[in-house]
């Protein structure tokens, strides 16, 4: 059976910095769709970012792009975001998720096959 668990979150004043990390377990196929999703209080979860584990091309919202870097560890059964330069709006339950049965990595949450609880982040003026 396969596990996601994030970690990480916290509560960070604006322009700092955090690094988010999802542990998988159980996972024995082959490359693969992961990404990072969050949802603000109030909205519609989004996609933050995602990358192919086989060629490592990686996709971003553009909200974040230029502060935050998505990237895998650990031989691989890590999957990281590293957030810089926060701010606000950057505040939201934080989820990763992985495989995607069909079509390419940057769509939402849902239409990935195994998801984490998610960790929640704060970010104050």
């Known amino acids: 059976q396969v596990h996601l668990v994030e970690s990480g979150g916290g509560s960070v004043q604006a322009g700092g910095s955090l690094n988010l990390s999802c542990v998988v377990s159980g996972y024995i196929g082959g490359s693969a769709c992961m990404g990072w ?9 989004e996609t933050v970012a995602t990358i192919y584990t086989g060629s490592g091309n990686t996709m971003y919202a553009g909200s974040v792009k230029g ?14 975001l590293q ?9 939201g339950m934080y989820s990763c998720a992985m495989v995607r049965p069909y079509g390419g990595c940057w769509s939402s949450y849902d239409t990935y096959k195994y998801r984490g609880q998610g960790t929640q982040v704060t970010v104050s003026t």
């Open 83 to 91: 957030m810089n330069e926060l701010k606000p709006e950057d505040t």
């Open 37 to 45: 999703f969050r949802q603000p209080p109030g909205k519609d979860r």
């Open 67 to 80: 502060r935050f870097a998505i990237s895998r560890a650990n031989g691989a059964n890590t999957l990281d």
